[in-house]
């Protein structure tokens, strides 16, 4: 089993930025492609980015391309997520998952295991 827990959370004012982690234990954390998820409320999942297992490829959702960088060290088991010039349509809670990749890496329903969430408020 692959234990996740998100930090790095809170509320920003338009512009600013945050970085979130993703501390995992359990299992190699090299083995597994991460990957960022949000949700707002009453919306569906979506993806956000991915890191492979090397951490030389990443992936994006078009919204935040140029904006959020996802990357990863393996020798802390920990993945990040650098969000800057945030917006108000960012708000949402943001997961980390792990998964065995890599088709379809932005399909929620591939991924084995979660996070408990950590809320990204961006004000106006």
């Known amino acids: 089993q692959v234990q996740l827990v998100e930090s790095g959370g809170g509320l920003v004012q338009a512009g600013g930025s945050l970085r979130l982690s993703c501390a995992a234990s359990?299992?190699?954390?090299?083995?597994?492609?991460v990957g960022w998820f949000r949700q707002a409320p009453g919306k569906e999942r979506e993806f956000v980015a991915a890191?492979?297992?090397?951490?030389?490829?990443?992936y994006y959702t078009d919204a935040v391309k140029g904006r959020f960088t996802i990357s990863r060290d393996n020798a802390k088991n920990t993945a990040y997520l650098q969000m800057n010039s945030l917006k108000p349509e960012d708000t949402a809670v943001y997961y980390c998952?792990?998964?065995?990749?890599?088709?379809?890496?932005?399909?929620?329903?591939?991924?084995?295991?979660w996070g408990q969430g950590t809320q990204v408020s961006v004000s106006s």
């Open positions: 998952a792990a998964r065995e990749g890599g088709i379809r890496i932005y399909d929620p329903t591939r991924y084995d295991y």
């Open positions: 359990g299992r190699t954390f090299s083995r597994y492609v």
């Open positions: 890191i492979m297992w090397s951490g030389g490829s990443t």
